[in-house]
């Protein structure tokens, strides 16, 4: 969800004085580790504007010295949001760690599902399923689906893998009117590819909203990373072209999309 847009920009002198001025005191005993605490912070000081695309952090020494950790555990936060796609490492007298670019896209026209996405990359994609049962609808998924609160609708957590390296933790909610015996089919695979074949819903549009999350206890243990780790929360509603619509919030630890 996010590229890299300018390499090699300078970082205000200022705003990196600033910066450092609000590292964080960290716990030593809450049970979080330091390198998740410091992802933490940093996908906050992102996501309010603080640093922004582009930007160069401070050096490693200023800023493991600023939080008081050593070196490798700075790599460790660092190399955490690297892996994410939020920062951009490059090496040399002018590399240092950069701000990548958040890549947003809504209201698709086309939409390509978890299974696609993997298929495009060459990966193979899989899913555990963990929950699969009819619920009642609560307020936040009857608006996003159209129905009224209390109204029957499919629960499915399943956890995204890529070549058996686990993505994602996806929760899904679809209207169990418009899909009779859905949880009687295989949902291992495409929920995308099962709704246009089984029911001829085949989803075409959606809106997705992103926000950066960190790790409870479940989501950490489902995606096997510590608990408080930088994720992105993903909650798309798509809109089939039968005018059925599905509400999918998905908590990922790289770019994802249900389905």
Do not use: K, N
Not at 12 to 38: C, D, N, T, W
Not at 212 to 217: F, T
């Amino acid at each position: 969800m996010f590229r890299p847009l300018r390499i090699g920009c300078t970082y205000p002198v200022r705003m990196s004085a600033e910066l450092l001025e609000r590292a964080p005191l960290l716990e030593r005993h809450g049970g979080v580790p330091a390198h998740a605490q410091i992802e933490r912070w940093l996908m906050e000081e992102i996501t309010a504007g603080a640093i922004t695309v582009g930007d160069r952090l401070p050096g490693e020494r200023e800023l493991a010295a600023a939080l008081h950790v050593s070196r490798m555990t700075l790599r460790q936060a660092l190399d955490g949001l690297a892996r994410r796609g939020v920062l951009i490492r490059t090496p040399g007298r002018s590399g240092g760690a950069f701000v990548a670019e958040p890549r947003i896209d809504c209201d698709l026209t086309g939409v390509a599902g978890f299974t696609e996405q993997m298929r495009r990359a060459h990966r193979r994609a899989g899913a555990e399923v963990l929950a699969a049962h009819i619920v009642e609808a609560d307020d936040t998924v009857a608006e996003a689906l159209r129905l009224v609160p209390g109204a029957a609708v499919y629960e499915l957590v399943r956890v995204r893998s890529a070549d058996g390296t686990a993505l994602a933790l996806e929760r899904s909610w679809l209207p169990a009117d418009r899909l009779p015996g859905l949880l009687t089919h295989p949902l291992t695979g495409s929920i995308y590819e099962l709704l246009a074949d089984e029911y001829g819903l085949a989803p075409h549009t959606a809106v997705e909203y992103l926000e950066p999350v960190s790790a409870d206890p479940a989501e950490a243990a489902a995606l096997g990373v510590v608990r408080g780790t930088a994720l992105m929360g993903v909650e798309r509603t798509a809109l089939s072209v039968g005018a059925s619509r599905s509400s999918t919030p998905a908590t990922s630890t790289a770019p994802t999309a249900s389905g």
